[in-house]
């Protein structure tokens, strides 16, 4: 829809006039990919300007902030806001391009773009979006670095970065509680319908006035614009099934196939479809797993770059509801998973790729109700009622409903991402004071150790040197268990 939009918008956009603000870098683009074009020479058909176009398509609250924000854009030192709005919430998904403006072509020239992004208030404040530490403009917005030839960037953002190519975060520079945003953004130069430059096509031997955006030219399974925007010659077939760069249990087909939800192969990403279920009555709650529980999630995730997705039924598989049940045991579960998350048949191409969950009334464990269980590698539910009954006695340790069902999402989560070879985890004696395991693994700060599920959001970082393992570094080495056929 944005690309449709996109016409319209460029037309109107040339009679809008600009302001000017201007902050710059030392170029120091790679145009390597390129073959070699005659020096000072103008290609046939070769444009005198470009129409550079941003687009911000995700706005996203680490801090959980319901407010109201706008963005800036400069583009080569020129404001190039398409119209200012004003957008409220946690996570905003914006449709259209926010920013454009045509600039003069010349070979290699590279421009500034900035972005920021701004709090709403009595007084306005920028929120933090950048890698860098400190409270000034500078610091808190993004200064990128953009080849008019090639289509790159980089800068505070650039390809195979930790955090992903066009993503950033204000958790990037380690201080948190600042108004902190991640933002997914992209930046192209209008022609035909697809991504790459009219150079790009040049150098690949393509012909300049035609669309490739959808094409698979070398036949590798990805399209040219993907291929492109990632580094890859679209004209040489690379194994894409067999390549995993980041080390997350997706190949590159998988990364594709997962981009229109903000996967990049060279940043960790986790899918994880959840599915509910239906009350017992229609007066009663269903039980289902809220949004604010589902960001906390994702927040622990981004302080360690990796980006978690929740599939609730927003990217179309998610979001069912299963009939009522007051205690679901294994071979229910099981039955669950084959329904309505494989569609019944086993080689689904989102087994492998998400992660399943179910947010139940109950699960039976042993004869007795418990609050949730991993019961297949990549598959786990939550027994929701199970923290209702308890949440009495969770509030007076501190917690509450949204943190509770959390932490122990999170917990059976952890279960399939590769944590359980420990004695810290799911440990019986940790659950009460009165035991000496429950100080002994006090250190053990994670939602994997009883003492502190239905309270804690995140893993252990590792940083005591007793009775404590590095999670997150755990995770990260076994990210990759999905990919084969051994499971």
Not at 202 to 220: F, H, Q
Request: glycine share 8%; charged share 30%; net charge negative.
């Amino acid at each position: 829809m944005k690309r449709k939009l996109l016409s319209m918008v460029i037309f109107v956009a040339m009679v809008v006039p600009g302001m000017a603000a201007t902050h710059m870098e030392k170029s120091g683009q790679d145009a390597s990919k390129f073959i070699p074009l005659p020096a000072n020479k103008k290609m046939s058909g070769e444009p005198d300007k470009v129409p550079v176009v941003v687009f911000v398509s995700r706005i996203r609250a680490l801090e959980m902030q319901d407010q109201s924000v706008y963005l800036k854009i400069l583009i080569d030192g020129e404001d190039s806001m398409w119209w200012q709005q004003t957008f409220k919430g946690m996570d905003i998904h914006i449709e259209w391009p926010m920013a454009y403006r045509e600039i003069k072509y010349e070979r290699g020239k590279i421009i500034p773009i900035q972005i920021e992004l701004w709090k709403k208030g009595l007084i306005d404040t920028p929120c933090d979006i950048a890698p860098r530490k400190g409270n000034y403009l500078y610091e808190r917005s993004i200064t990128l670095f953009y080849n008019l030839t090639t289509g790159e960037w980089y800068g505070d953002d650039y390809l195979g970065d930790g955090d992903g190519y066009g993503h950033v975060s204000g958790f990037e520079d380690g201080e948190y509680d600042e108004d902190d945003y991640e933002i997914w953004f992209d930046i192209m130069e209008w022609d035909d319908n697809d991504r790459m430059t009219y150079w790009d096509k040049l150098a690949y031997g393509l012909n300049a006035s035609k669309d490739y955006g959808n094409v698979d030219v070398d036949g590798d399974g990805i399209p040219c614009d993907w291929e492109d925007k990632y580094g890859y010659n679209p004209v040489v077939a690379e194994d894409h099934k067999h390549l995993d760069v980041d080390g997350d249990g997706l190949d590159n087909v998988e990364e594709y196939l997962t981009s229109r939800w903000y996967s990049d192969p060279f940043a960790p990403d986790v899918f994880v479809e959840v599915d509910f279920m239906k009350a017992k009555y229609p007066w009663e709650r269903d039980y289902t797993l809220p949004k604010e529980s589902q960001y906390m999630i994702c927040n622990a995730f981004a302080k360690h770059n990796i980006s978690l997705h929740f599939d609730d039924g927003n990217m179309g598989g998610g979001g069912d509801f299963i009939p009522y049940d007051d205690k679901m045991y294994g071979d229910e579960l099981m039955a669950a998973r084959e329904k309505y998350f494989l569609h019944g048949d086993p080689n689904y191409w989102r087994r492998g790729v998400f992660h399943y969950a179910i947010t139940c009334c109950q699960m039976g464990w042993n004869g007795r109700p418990a609050g949730g269980r991993m019961f297949y590698i990549d598959s786990h539910c939550v027994g929701v009622q199970y923290v209702r009954n308890w949440l009495w006695a969770m509030r007076l340790q501190g917690s509450d409903y949204t943190t509770a069902l959390a932490s122990v999402f999170m917990h059976e989560l952890g279960h399939t991402l590769g944590l359980f070879d420990f004695e810290g985890i799911d440990n019986e004696k940790t659950r009460f004071p009165w035991n000496k395991e429950y100080w002994e693994w006090g250190p053990y700060k994670s939602c994997m150790n009883y003492r502190y599920v239905y309270k804690l959001v995140d893993y252990s970082d590792g940083d005591d040197a007793d009775h404590d393992q590095n999670d997150w570094a755990i995770i990260k080495e076994r990210m990759d268990r999905f990919q084969g056929d051994w499971w």
